[in-house]
C-alpha cells in the first residue's frame, strides 16, 4: 500500500460537505440586507453553491484519494534476493509501503505426544518508506509465538546511488544461503526451515552494520561490515553442541561491539538458473577472558555455495556450508561445556531438494500450483571437536522432508509434510507437520 496525499487533496474532500451537496440547486442572486456591510456581502459571496466545474474537480480528487488509501494491486518481485513482499517498498511510487506475512504451523511428534506443538510462529509487519528515487528506509517487525517474542529484523536505510552501487546502513540480514533472506513462508518448501539454514548458518540472522550492494552483468554482490556474534552475551539461551553458534546472534539490540566481522555474497542469476556463494568471517569472543585472565580469540568462519532451478513446474535447489570456530576449548570452557557437549570447532552440512508442480500439466497457465517435494539433508554438529572434547555422534544426522506445497494464489500457501531424522548414534525421529502461510 502507498499513501501519498496532498494537502491539496484533503482540503477538496472536506469541502465536500456543504457546497457539493448543494451543487445542483440554481444560483440565486444575493440579496444584500438593509445596512450591510462589505464584510457581510464577503460572507455571502463564500456562501455561493459550488458550480458543476467544481464539483467535477471535487469528485476526481475524491475518487484519486479513495484510491491512494485503498491497497493497490503490486506485482510481487524480489529485490537484491529479498523476500517479494520485503521488497515492495523499491517499487512503490514515493511515500509509505507496507507488507508483511504470517505463519501457523502443527507438528505431531509419531513416537508420542511429547512435543506436539501448535504456534502462531510468526505474525511480521513491513514498513517501508521511499523518501525519493535514491533513499529508501525499510524495516522487517516481528512477532513471535504469537507476540511472546517482539524482534526487528531488518531496519535500514538504502542510499541508490546507481544500479551497480547501493550502500546500506542499519540492522541487515546477513546475505547467506537461500533462507536467511528470503524467508517468507510462501516461498519455500516445507512447513519449517531446512536444518541446515537454522542451525548452521543461523537463519534468521540479522546485525547492525554498513556496506556496499548492487548488480553488474548479473553478478549481484554485497559486502558489510558488522558487529560480531556474541557467545557470551546471556540471557536465557546460551549457545549448545546441538545449535552450534545460533545463541550468539546479536541481533542488533544493545550489542557489544568490540569484535566485528565481514561477509561478501555474490550471486549470478542466467536465465531459470542462479548459483551463489558466501564467506562469513569474524570474531564472536567480544574480547571475554577467562577466568584466570586468558585471552579468547573465538573466530568464526563460514562459507557456503548454492545452487538452483526451476523449469517447466520442475524446481532444484542444493547448499552445502562448512564453519570453523575457534578457540573452541576455551569458548566451551568459559560456557560451562565439557565431555561430548563442548562447541564444535567444526561443522558441515548440506542439503538437495527436488519439487514438482503438478498443476502445469493439469492446468497450465493457471495461478495456483501443486507441489510434492523431497529434501534430504545431511549434517555434522560435531565433525570436529576441540582438544579434551568428546565427540557426539548424536550430531551427526541424516534428515528426510517430503511433503506437499498447495498455493491456491501465489500469495497464499498450504502445506504438509512428513519428517525423518536419523543420527548416527541413538534413536530416529518421525514427525509430521503442518502449517499454513501468506504474504501481503
Not at 12 to 24: E, F, G, N
Not at 123 to 151: C, K, M, P, Q, W
Not at 249 to 258: N, P
Request: charge should be negative; include cysteine.
Amino acid at each position: 500500500m502507498t499513501i501519498n496525499i496532498t494537502t491539496r487533496t484533503l482540503l477538496l474532500a472536506l469541502c465536500l460537505s456543504a457546497p457539493a451537496a448543494r451543487a445542483a440547486e440554481p444560483a440565486a442572486a444575493p440579496q444584500p440586507a438593509a445596512g450591510g456591510t462589505q464584510g457581510d456581502a464577503a460572507a455571502k459571496k463564500d456562501d455561493a453553491p459550488a458550480t458543476q466545474e467544481q464539483v467535477r474537480t471535487l469528485a476526481e480528487e475524491v475518487r484519486r484519494l479513495k484510491l491512494e488509501l485503498g491497497l493497490r494491486d503490486v506485482e510481487y518481485q524480489s529485490y537484491g534476493g529479498m523476500g517479494p513482499a520485503a521488497s515492495k517498498v523499491y517499487f512503490a511510487p514515493k511515500g509509505l509501503s507496507i507488507g508483511g506475512y504470517g505463519e501457523l504451523t502443527y507438528r505431531n511428534m509419531a513416537d508420542g505426544p511429547t512435543g506436539d506443538q501448535s504456534d502462531l510462529l510468526r505474525a511480521v509487519l513491513y514498513v517501508g518508506y521511499r523518501f525519493t528515487d535514491r533513499i529508501v528506509f525499510n524495516s522487517e517487525i516481528e512477532f513471535e509465538h504469537a507476540g511472546h517474542e517482539v524482534g526487528v529484523e531488518f531496519a535500514y536505510l538504502d542510499f541508490l546511488l546507481t544500479d551497480a552501487l547501493g550502500l546500506r546502513v542499519g540492522n541487515v540480514l546477513v546475505p547467506m544461503g537461500f533462507v536467511n533472506e528470503m524467508h517468507e513462508p510462501a516461498f519455500f518448501n516445507g512447513v519449517f526451515r531446512p536444518d541446515v539454514e537454522r542451525l548452521i548458518i543461523p537463519t534468521t540472522w540479522n546485525e547492525n552494520g554498513v556496506g556496499v550492494h548492487g548488480e553488474v552483468a548479473g553478478l549481484r554482490y554485497k559486502a558489510y561490515l558488522l558487529t560480531g556474534l556474541d557467545l557470551f552475551r546471556g540471557g536465557e539461551e546460551t549457545p549448545e553442541a546441538d545449535s552450534w553458534v545460533r545463541q550468539a546472534r546479536s541481533g542488533g539490540g544493545e550489542s557489544r561491539a568490540a569484535t566485528g566481522a565481514g561477509v561478501l555474497s555474490l550471486e549470478y542469476a542466467a536465465g531459470p538458473a542462479t548459483v551463489g556463494g558466501s564467506v562469513y568471517r569474524g570474531r564472536a569472543d567480544q574480547r571475554e577472558r577467562t577466568a584466570a585472565g586468558e585471552a579468547i580469540r573465538a573466530d568464526v568462519t563460514l562459507a557456503e555455495l548454492h545452487a538452483q532451478a526451476a523449469w517447466r513446474g520442475a524446481s532444484a535447489r542444493v547448499l552445502g556450508v562448512v564453519g570453523r570456530l575457534g578457540d573452541a576449548a576455551k569458548v566451551s570452557e568459559q560456557l560451562g561445556l565439557s565431555g561430548d557437549e563442548v562447541l564444535g570447532s567444526g561443522v558441515k552440512g548440506g542439503y538437495a531438494e527436488v519439487a514438482y508442480d503438478v498443476l502445469t500439466l493439469a492446468a497450465p497457465g493457471g495461478a495456483a500450483s501443486l507441489s510434492p517435494f523431497v529434501r534430504v539433508e545431511r549434517y555434522d554438529l560435531h565433525d570436529r571437536v576441540p582438544a579434551g572434547g568428546v565427540r557426539n555422534a548424536g550430531l551427526d544426522r541424516t534428515a528426510v522432508t517430503a511433503g506437499l506445497t498447495f498455493k491456491p494464489i501465489p500469495t497464499v500457501v498450504l502445506k504438509a509434510d512428513w519428517q525423518r531424522r536419523d543420527p548416527k548414534a541413538g534413536s530416529a525421529t518421525d514427525q509430521v507437520n503442518v502449517g499454513a502461510g501468506f504474504v501481503f
